[in-house]
């Protein structure tokens, strides 16, 4: 083999593992810079539902440029408890909409940011172990 050959062939041999080892370096990143104990979140809005059942949304910017936002269902009586979960580009929530309706007993959450599709996020039903 010649002198040239071998380091081509060690170099395309890593070449995969480093590329996956620098893609998760910067997913840790992300995720530490999102930790809820640094970087807690805001209330924005909270909307009635019907009587006992109430949607807050909360947000929160971590890392320049990217938001994150987050659905919380209030039921009177139960712990609040995360529905849906958005991080996105900051730009996507310029003039974004929301909305939160029973169906079926149960809140369904549709969000419009604009460029993206409606991304629907529904309550698990009681039989679902979510409690």
Excluded at 11 to 20: D, E, I, N, R, S
Aim: aromatic residues 6%; glycine residues 6%.
């Amino acid at each position: 083999m010649k002198r040239w050959k071998k380091p081509l062939l060690v170099v395309l041999a890593l070449a995969p593992a480093v590329v996956l080892l620098g893609s998760m370096a910067l997913m840790v990143r992300s995720e530490m810079a999102f930790d809820e104990a640094t970087c807690p979140y805001e209330e924005r809005e909270l909307r009635r539902v019907t009587d006992g059942v109430e949607v807050r949304e909360d947000a929160r910017v971590c890392e320049e440029g990217v938001e994150e936002h987050r659905w919380v269902l209030l039921r009177r009586g139960q712990e609040p408890r995360p529905i849906a979960l958005r991080r996105l580009e900051q730009s996507l929530y310029e003039d974004y909409r929301w909305t939160a309706e029973l169906d079926d007993g149960l809140v369904r959450i549709e969000i419009h940011n604009p460029g993206q599709d409606v991304r629907v996020f529904n309550e698990p039903p009681p039989d679902a172990g979510w409690e």
